[in-house]
T-cell receptor, first 113, second 114 residues
Framework: DVKVTQSSRYLVKRTGEKVFLECVQDMDHENMFWYRQDPGLGLRLIYFSYDVKMKEKGDIPEGYSVSREKKERFSLILESASTNQTSMYLC????????????FGQGTRLTVV | AQKVTQAQTEISVVEKEDVTLDCVYETRDTTYYLFWYKQPPSGELVFLIRRNSFDEQNEISGRYSWNFQKSTSSFNFTITASQVVDSAVYFCALGEYNFNKFYFGSGTKLNVKP
């Protein structure tokens, strides 16, 4: 069974903390994504990686960075968490190629207080 | 720029009614892919269907059907004889050809009441 696993389901952090959200996939996918989901705004792409050590900014990269040192792992980093980063974060992965869907993790609900 | 619009924020129906979820997309690409996902209350997005831009055939899968019309840039999703278990948020997405980036709409929340 294919799997995208996010390290935490719920997370509470303090303003100013450095936060790491981890995502691991076991499908040998080239592409990995981090999305943020907020009510009424749908899923917005934060960062995208199409290969190890490769990354591209999405629509809302400000305040975030990413790391992809191994193919199966894609980390989202909040350098200094702020309350406006309270949200649901979704990791996804897919093959780089034609006609393939993305597979999603269960999501991490992050609250910054 | 790639864009997906789901104008219906929330729809409520009574069980056994048919319901159509609208999706309109914008792209300059000639080759692209379209997807529908379901997000039940548990939170994980579940893939339902994909379509490539060359395939305008409608598709039916059980109670689900999809109508892809390139002329109107629409990819609508119909649930026939809705059930309470269909209650979820449904997302339409556009996939790029080259690197397979995905662009999602804002989602439509479907409430099916018994």
């Amino acid at each position: 069974d294919v799997k995208v696993t996010q390290s935490s389901r719920y997370l509470v952090k303090r303003t100013g903390e450095k936060v790491f959200l981890e995502c691991v996939q076991d499908m040998d996918h080239e592409n990995m994504f981090w999305y943020r989901q907020d009510p009424g705004l749908g899923l917005r792409l934060i960062y995208f990686s199409y290969d190890v050590k490769m990354k591209e900014k999405g629509d809302i990269p400000e305040g975030y960075s990413v790391s992809r040192e191994k193919k199966e792992r894609f980390s989202l980093i909040l350098e200094s968490a702020s309350t406006n980063q309270t949200s649901m974060y979704l990791c996804a992965s897919s093959f780089r190629g034609t006609n393939t869907e993305a597979f999603f993790g269960q999501g991490t609900r992050l609250t910054v207080v | 720029a790639q864009k997906v619009t789901q104008a219906q924020t929330e729809i409520s129906v009574v069980e056994k009614e048919d319901v159509t979820l609208d999706c309109v997309y914008e792209t300059r690409d000639t080759t692209y892919y379209l997807f529908w996902y379901k997000q039940p209350p548990s939170g994980e997005l579940v893939f339902l269907i994909r379509r490539n831009s060359f395939d305008e055939q409608n598709e039916i899968s059980g109670r689900y059907s999809w109508n892809f019309q390139k002329s109107t840039s629409s990819f609508n999703f119909t649930i026939t004889a809705s059930q309470v278990v269909d209650s979820a948020v449904y997302f339409c997405a556009l996939g790029e050809y080259n690197f397979n980036k995905f662009y999602f709409g804002s989602g439509t929340k479907l409430n099916v009441k018994p």
